[in-house]
């Protein structure tokens, strides 16, 4: 009786996992790269979640999101710049220039031309999202957005629409984890770089 109900634990378990789609990320990046997004997907978890001991969705709805933005930014202003540098480190090169590129800001009234992060139309993440936007129309138009922009701009994904429409927005699947992830440490990279393009870094 005892191995009957085993069994049958395992198997409700493994059904409960293979729901969500690895099939996208398989056909876009090598086994290696997988294991960085992996990693830059945790990083995210770990600094949103912060003293919270529960799964990211319930991390995320419990986020006083209203209360942040109304302050000036949103959560992900809170995510520490130092270690996300320490991140793209951790990382191998390849997979982050398939994410991201640095583009020249220019200050006028300072004259000052600063590095910032800037998304890759033509990368292999831009693919992926592609491929998840043939089954997520809401995906759909930020890949759009992506490629057209060469950004990743704040108005593209609201927190709001996130908490929402949790059919587009299932903050239990890893691509949509992933996408979020990538999303708002670009949103602090931006932010928080202050880098002058006369004085350039390999990654960081």
């Not at 986020?63 to 992900?76: D, Q």
């Not at 994410?99 to 910032?116: A, M």
């Not at 759909?140 to 927190?159: P, R, V």
């Amino acid at each position: 009786m005892k191995k009957i109900i085993i069994v049958v634990i395992i198997a409700l378990a493994s059904s409960c996992k293979s729901q969500y789609s690895t099939t996208e990320l398989k056909n876009n990046f090598s086994p290696n790269q997988i294991k960085d997004l992996n990693r830059i997907t945790e990083f995210f978890k770990d600094q949103m979640c912060l003293n919270m001991e529960s799964d990211f969705e319930t991390c995320y709805r419990r986020i006083p999101h209203e209360y942040l933005e109304a302050t000036g930014y949103g959560f992900w202003s809170n995510i520490n710049f130092e270690k996300q540098q320490d991140i793209y480190n951790k990382i191998s090169y390849s997979t982050f220039q398939e994410i991201w590129s640095f583009c020249k800001v220019i200050y006028p009234e300072s004259g000052k031309e600063l590095k910032s992060i800037c998304a890759v139309p033509n990368g292999k993440y831009q693919k992926y999202l592609v491929e998840i936007g043939e089954k997520n129309p809401v995906i759909a138009d930020y890949a759009t957005d992506i490629n057209e922009s060469g950004d990743f701009q704040s108005s593209s994904i609201k927190y709001w629409n996130v908490l929402k429409d949790r059919k587009h927005y299932n903050l239990n699947d890893p691509n949509i984890q992933l996408i979020l992830a990538i999303h708002f440490l670009s949103l602090n990279d931006q932010h928080k770089r202050e880098e002058l393009v006369s004085n350039p870094q390999k990654k960081n």
